[in-house]
């Protein structure tokens, strides 16, 4: 089965995994509105997968790169888990090739060793009958040579291909480290303009901003009535409050 690819898991992990603990962190944030949302809203998950898949996104919360950088630690996992698989296939193919080599060896050996036998068993009666089975166990020899280049050869071919897979595998791996590490940055730099938003967006630099501007000396201006967040503006004797007047007085 071939390896699972980024885009074949994100689907699914963005429906099991990310939305749950978006729901969680929405809740936790902002009550039972959070509960309108539906299950599995394109909404929330589109931008979560556009994120992972391409590392871009706009005004995405921190939650979303979160969980894009636990999905990249997720997958970097499989990663590892597929290397340490194919090094055991590896080190299983080389056991097997290495065995399957003694025993020819050894079957070769035990070929010879019966012609070198049976040669001395007949060298005593005929030189023709010995020149023959010299022959014979020159043969055997040859083909024993032959079948041990050719097992040697078989070796070197898996043992190419399978660091060819680790190779690759390992620039996978790479790759995502570096997609890690620019999620880590991106995630850094959301952080700290959040932390900026909310500073601007604080009830003490709104009334610095809205501050009105100072006007001239001798020029015509209207005047304002400046009120104060806070308690209601009563009446005369501490009535009920009113209404406020052009004149800046409840009636």
């Not at 809203?41 to 997968?49: G, L, S």
């Not at 556009?50 to 894009?68: D, F």
């Amino acid at each position: 089965m071939a390896f699972p690819t980024r885009e074949s898991l994100i689907d699914q992990y963005a429906r099991q995994t990310f939305f749950p603990s978006y729901m969680n962190w929405a809740r936790s944030k902002f009550g039972e509105d959070a509960g309108r949302l539906k299950a599995n809203d394109p909404r929330i998950i589109n931008p979560f997968k556009n994120l992972v898949l391409t590392g871009s996104g706009q005004n995405l919360g921190s939650v979303y790169y979160q969980e894009a950088q636990k999905f990249e630690n997720y997958y970097g996992g499989l990663i590892q888990q597929e290397l340490t698989r194919q090094e055991q296939l590896y080190a299983q193919e080389i056991a097997q090739q290495q065995r399957l080599t003694q025993e020819a060896i050894a079957r070769s050996t035990a070929e010879v060793e019966a012609a070198q036998k049976a040669f001395l068993s007949v060298q005593s009666t005929a030189q023709q009958a010995a020149a023959a089975q010299d022959a014979y166990a020159k043969q055997v020899v040859a083909e024993q040579k032959a079948y041990e280049e050719k097992t040697l050869a078989e070796i070197a071919a898996t043992e190419r291909e399978t660091v060819q897979k680790i190779e690759a595998a390992t620039q996978q791996a790479e790759l995502i480290s570096k997609r890690q590490q620019t999620a880590a940055k991106t995630a850094q730099q959301v952080s700290a303009t959040s932390a900026l938003k909310e500073k601007v967006s604080s009830p003490e630099q709104m009334r610095t901003s809205a501050e009105r501007p100072k006007t001239p000396v001798g020029q015509p201006r209207v005047s304002r009535t400046r009120l104060t967040v806070g308690a209601p503006v009563g009446g005369y004797s501490g009535t009920a409050p009113g209404s406020i007047t052009p004149t800046g007085l409840n009636i």
